[in-house]
């Protein structure tokens, strides 16, 4: 109990000394954008420079934002992926160049030919050339894919391969969530443990709570996303989004992905001890655009070189962008999505990214 209560002191210390500097011009860009609950952090490896939430956890409502406040990931769920694949490699339990039909041997068979050499590092860097697919398609249904949550995402990708599909049009990459979703189940083989409790295990090593799904169906007072009309999403278990697990359907509060992105930065600056400075390096910039669940891009502006990611589930936003050189990171969440929101979140990080990027 001592050890929460502290944790609460020195997380509301952060929030009321370190959080004030932007908190008008981000209050003024929620209203202006019409984004119902907007959180914000600017970190570095060792220090939270802001972290703020305003607004309101639902449209048009009395519920107001909570520094604890879960928010869908949506894609950044893949830098998680990619972490744990990183950590599992280390360990010994399976290589980057282990083939996907090395695991499932009993999936070959049906699936294109093109793809039989494809390995675990393929599918982590959008190197595997097989097609889109999202929570949004209409095939499969709900009566083709059958079984617990592992058994649903094996079923899953056993039908996908057997559509013997592939982007035939050379790309630099290929951003297919099934890619994920193949590598979470390599993981899932290797190591004799679901997906879930791979999560979940992390989060114990970090001291995150880790979740999945809509953050209101574990608890309805939590933030609801929004579509662009402002409709807020009620609490539903969207079954597809399970076979999406590995891609796309982590949630988490601001605090705690905090602590998940220092954990980057120190990796990137030699200070992990659970896997080296050219592993991080590997994982976020290893190939030119997107490497291990990480884009990047320089900067137009300050000419700086940043690793990110960003999520749009249907009904939040979420952003992250990692700069090494400075040891700055910044994050941005939002429980609506809508070209509107995005823009303005946009705005935001501009403006964080002068404040702190040198």
């Not at 990459?173 to 979940?200: D, H, I, Q, R």
Request: hydrophobic share 35%; aromatic share 14%.
């Amino acid at each position: 109990m001592k050890k929460i209560l502290l944790f609460a002191f020195l997380l509301g210390s952060l929030y009321t000394f370190y959080g004030q500097k932007n908190i008008a011009l981000a209050e003024k860009i929620r209203k202006k954008y019409n984004i119902p609950e907007l959180a914000y952090a600017v970190v570095s490896s060792d220090s939270i420079f802001e972290i703020q939430v305003l607004g309101f956890q639902r449209y048009k409502s009395s519920y107001n934002a909570k520094i604890d406040d879960k928010f869908r990931l949506g894609s950044i769920t893949k830098t998680i992926t990619s972490y744990i694949a990183a950590t599992v490699v280390k360990e010994g339990k399976i290589k980057w160049d282990t083939k996907f039909f090395d695991l499932y041997p009993e999936l070959k068979a049906e699936s294109n030919p093109e793809i039989y050499n494809v390995t675990l590092q393929d599918f982590l860097t959008f190197q595997a050339p097989i097609p889109t697919w999202s929570y949004g398609n209409k095939t499969p249904t709900q009566q083709e894919i059958k079984g617990n949550n592992l058994e649903q995402r094996y079923e899953f990708m056993s039908w996908f391969f057997n559509q013997k599909q592939i982007v035939t049009e050379k790309q630099a990459w290929y951003g297919s969530n099934p890619s994920f979703v193949a590598a979470g189940l390599m993981l899932e083989k290797a190591t004799g443990k679901s997906y879930e409790t791979l999560v979940k295990e992390l989060g114990q090593n970090l001291n995150i709570d880790f979740n999945f799904g809509q953050p209101n169906v574990i608890d309805i007072n939590q933030p609801w996303g929004h579509n662009e009309d402002l409709k807020p999403e009620k609490p539903f278990v969207n079954y597809k989004l399970n076979w999406l697990s590995s891609a796309g359907n982590i949630n988490i509060n601001l605090p705690d992905f905090c602590k998940f992105t220092q954990m980057q930065l120190q990796g990137l600056l030699g200070k992990s001890k659970v896997l080296s400075t050219e592993e991080f390096n590997k994982m976020h910039l290893g190939f030119p655009e997107f490497s291990f669940g990480w884009y990047s891009e320089i900067n137009k502006n300050s000419g700086l070189k940043y690793s990110f990611h960003y999520g749009n589930p249907g009904t939040f936003l979420t952003k992250v962008y990692i700069c090494k050189d400075t040891n700055r990171a910044f994050i941005i969440f939002a429980n609506i999505q809508s070209e509107k929101a995005d823009n303005g979140l946009m705005l935001l990080l501009e403006e964080l990214q002068k404040q702190y990027g040198s």
